[in-house]
T-cell receptor
Framework: NAGVMQNPRHLVRRRGQEARLRCSPMKGHSHVYWYRQLPEEGLKFMVY????????ESGMPKERFSAEFPKEGPSILRIQQVVRGDSAAYFC?????????????FGPGTRLLVL | TQLLEQSPQFLSIQEGENLTVYCNSSSVFSSLQWYRQEPGEGPVLLVT?????EVKKLKRLTFQFGDARKDSSLHITAAQPGDTGLYLCAGAETGGYQKVTFGTGTKLQVIP
C-alpha cells in the first residue's frame, strides 16, 4: 500500500469552503476507490472510478460531493461548501483490475477537519 | 446494502493471550479480506480468503472463511503488543466489480 499517495495528509477548512483531496494510485493501477471513515468506525464506500469514468457513485452524497479520475493526473475528491459533518478520514485505494479477487491497496488517507 | 458485523467491538488483553475476532453477515461474498489499521494510517491487507471453508495462516494469525462464505474469523495466538490496532474485515460482492463492504471493526489492545 505504500505506493498509493494521498495529499494533503491533513486538511483544515472552515464551513462553506471547498476541500480537494488528491489520490495517485499505484503505478499500473487504473481503478480507484474512495472511502470515508469516521472515528472508531469501519470504512464506507463512496465512489469507484476508472480512468475518465465514474463506475459507481452510489456511496457518495448527491450534493456537494464530486469525484474525477482524469486521463492524466491524480484522482480528485471534491467537497464543496463543507459542513462539520464532513470531518472524517478519507481513504483512497487502487487496484489493477476489477474482479472480486483483485486486491485494493490503500493510501495513508487525508484527515479533513471542518471548523 | 450488505452489512458485515464484527465482534467484539473492543478487546483488551494481556500479552501472550489468545483471541478470536468474528465477522458475520447474512450475505454471500465472493471473497473476504482482513485488514489491520494503525492510528493515522490506511488499512493494510493481511489476507484474502476466497473458498468456503478455507483456512489461511500468517505466522500467529489464523483466518477462516465460513463454508457458506458469509462469515469469517481471525484467531491470534500468543498476542503481542505489536498486534495492537483496528482489525477490519471486508467482503467483496459476488459477481460484480470489487465493491467492498467493510465491517464495523474490532479495536484490539495488547497490554505488555
Amino acid at each position: 500500500n505504500a505506493g498509493v499517495m494521498q495529499n494533503p495528509r491533513h486538511l483544515v477548512r472552515r464551513r462553506g469552503q471547498e476541500a480537494r483531496l488528491r489520490c495517485s494510485p499505484m503505478k499500473g493501477h487504473s481503478h480507484v476507490y474512495w472511502y470515508r471513515q469516521l472515528p472508531e468506525e469501519g470504512l464506507k464506500f463512496m465512489v469507484y472510478l476508472q480512468k475518465e469514468n465514474i463506475i459507481d457513485e452510489s456511496g457518495m452524497p448527491k450534493e456537494r460531493f464530486s469525484a474525477e479520475f482524469p486521463k492524466e493526473g491524480p484522482s480528485i475528491l471534491r467537497i464543496q461548501q463543507v459542513v462539520r459533518g464532513d470531518s472524517a478520514a478519507y481513504f483512497c485505494a487502487s487496484s489493477s483490475g476489477q474482479g472480486p479477487q483483485e486486491t485494493q491497496y490503500f493510501g495513508p488517507g487525508t484527515r479533513l477537519l471542518v471548523l | 446494502t450488505q452489512l458485515l458485523e464484527q465482534s467484539p467491538q473492543f478487546l483488551s488483553i494481556q500479552e501472550g493471550e489468545n483471541l478470536t475476532v468474528y465477522c458475520n453477515s447474512s450475505s454471500v461474498f465472493s471473497s473476504l479480506q482482513w485488514y489491520r489499521q494503525e492510528p493515522g494510517e490506511g488499512p493494510v491487507l493481511l489476507v484474502t480468503v476466497v473458498t468456503g471453508g478455507e483456512v489461511k495462516k500468517l505466522k500467529r494469525l489464523t483466518f477462516q472463511f465460513g463454508d457458506a462464505r458469509k462469515d469469517s474469523s481471525l484467531h491470534i495466538t500468543a498476542a503481542q503488543p505489536g498486534d495492537t490496532g483496528l482489525y477490519l474485515c471486508a467482503g467483496a460482492e459476488t459477481g460484480g466489480y470489487q465493491k467492498v463492504t467493510f465491517g464495523t471493526g474490532t479495536k484490539l489492545q495488547v497490554i505488555p
